[in-house]
């Protein structure tokens, strides 16, 4: 007698069956209401960018286990740890001129775990590191988002330097990934530790997408009652800059959606190591 298939797998196997639009169509339907629910259970939406720095943080975290128990860097992109420290860099630059609160603390936190394992990869754990693999090329996205934060930026009544400050972290924070899924992608097998902490990255991505979308979508009456006291729009500006905040977190989830999906899979199918299909990443 056959065993009846798990739920979860049973799931899975009817989305795979399915044509690319109808798995769009559940992915954006699904994604709606994981907000919706976020929206009744999270009151302080805030909380949620907080977690989703603290869920970075801990994703880092495992970046620093694996490199201390394995002894190799085999399968991490050295160039997305870079623009990983280049982003916190200026984006704790900002916070202490312009917010310095718990923000400031966790990325201060995340920086400095980021900077360790940059050094690991360069120095201790060289000849583990796949350069052959690592080769996005980062100026690919350091000089568009340079451009985009000097035409797109908050318009606060920051210093206007530090609003273009804050925009180029804003966007490069939204592609800083690439490179480690370029590796991924050259590779097609990712080890568990690895694994997590990009999984860590797309989870932090959601709940910082969900912190502006709520705060955008679902509280335009009160952004409309807020207006004469400044209090919302003084952190979100005027102009397109809101509308790009929004499209760069929405980019940073969707960058991380379909690995996310795999890694899921893999999970509960007991797998240890990721295989990734062709054209995954």
Known sequence: MRAPKRPIHAVSTWVRRQ??????FLAVVS???ALVLLRFIVHDHDNLFVAAEAVHSIGISVL???LMKEKTCAGLSLKSQELTAIFLAVRLYCSFVMEYDIHTLLDLATLATTLWVIYMIRFNLRS???EDKDNFAIYYVVVPCAVLALLIHP?????????IFWAFCVYLEAVSVLPQLRVMQNTKIVEPFTAHYVFALGVARFLSCAHWVLQVLFHSV?????DSRGHLLVALGYGLWPSMVLISEIVQTFILADFCYYYVKSVFGGQLVLRLPSGVV
């Open 64 to 66: 620093i286990y694996k």
């Open 19 to 24: 044509p690319p639009k109808v798995k769009a």
């Open 128 to 130: 583990s590191y796949m």
């Open 31 to 33: 994604g709606m209401a």
């Open 155 to 163: 318009s606060t009544s920051h210093n206007i330097l530090n609003r």
């Open 222 to 226: 009160e952004i409309r009652v807020l």
